[in-house]
């Protein structure tokens, strides 16, 4: 069944009840896939590192010498904010001007090139209280697509907002190959993280994609994240501490690839590189089992 590009006032939502029990979500064309490339969806709690994350690893990937699109899906579309050192427009912004008329835009019009030749879409969100998440990333795909876009494409990696609390942010879960969960040392980062194992449960159930790994970000430790780990069947895949090169990366509109060298930081665009490596080899594909909320409580809880 097509997507049909229409205003979100007129958007109908489908039930998927194969998604997971009670799944009312849009459902996205199943003939538009990403085609050859491999696809890794980043998820985390809100305000964890994601964007940096994902802009840092887009890069790591470009240095290994593949060809590389980050396609940001957050209302906030700062994504990409590093990588092309402003606010790019987002799909929805493109569509909105042309009435949703897809025909009319031109690749320009929606892609950006990034540091390194990483290429940048913004899906964006739509208007605050109305439509679907998944029916913006469904119509940027479909885009990007028509457009021939995906065809020299080898890595596509997904930057999605916060926790998933509907179908329609799990939506890129449904063109990914391997969801990478980016967390912190801390009760609300893992009790995140475990809806997130829920919800690509659901997903492989009717999709390709699996758990890859965990990418521990923002912490000197780990010992919490581990803990959880061992009981739900995950991997820490990549450990990025605490640094203040990082934050001011950020203040400069800067990927970490761009900053002024020093030991610390050598050592962070290291473990970059080692983790899309790593990833174009291949990501063993996890079995995780979401934990009850009640059981969390039990096993981190507090003191």
């Not at 699109?69 to 987002?90: A, E, N």
């Amino acid at each position: 069944m097509e997507t049909v590009a229409v205003p979100f006032a007129t958007l109908k939502s489908r039930l998927r009840p194969t998604d997971g029990e009670g799944s009312v979500q849009v459902q996205l064309d199943p003939t538009v896939d990403i085609g050859t490339a491999k696809v890794f969806a980043v998820y985390g709690k809100g305000g964890i590192g994601k964007s940096t994350t994902s802009s840092n690893l887009s890069v790591a990937f470009s240095k290994l010498g593949k060809r590389v699109l980050q396609i940001g899906c957050d209302p906030k579309h700062d994504s990409t904010f590093t990588l092309t050192k402003r606010l790019v427009p987002t799909v929805i912004d493109v569509l909105e001007s042309v009435n949703f008329h897809a025909e009319e835009l031109r690749t320009e019009d929606f892609v950006y090139p990034g540091f390194n030749g990483v290429m940048c879409v913004e899906a964006g969100g739509p208007p605050a209280g109305t439509g679907c998440g998944g029916y913006v990333v469904g119509q940027t795909v479909k885009l990007l697509k028509e457009h021939h876009l995906l065809d020299d494409t080898d890595v596509v990696i997904f930057d999605v907002l916060g926790d998933v609390v509907c179908g329609g942010f799990a939506a890129p879960l449904q063109h990914a190959d391997r969801a990478l969960i980016v967390t912190a040392n801390d009760f609300d980062s893992i009790f995140a993280m475990n809806r997130i194992v829920a919800a690509i449960q659901a997903k492989s159930k009717n999709y390709r994609v699996r758990l890859g790994g965990v990418i521990a970000n923002r912490s000197a430790g780990t010992d919490q994240i581990d803990r959880f780990n061992n009981v739900v069947g995950l991997k820490t895949m990549a450990h990025f501490p605490d640094l203040d090169v990082i934050r001011r990366s950020r203040l400069k509109k800067s990927t970490l690839f761009e900053m002024e060298p020093s030991p610390e930081l050598e050592a962070v665009q290291a473990e970059y590189m080692r983790l899309a490596a790593a990833l174009w080899i291949g990501a063993e594909p996890l079995s995780a089992l979401s934990m009850k909320d009640r059981d969390i409580f039990d096993l981190l809880g507090f003191d």
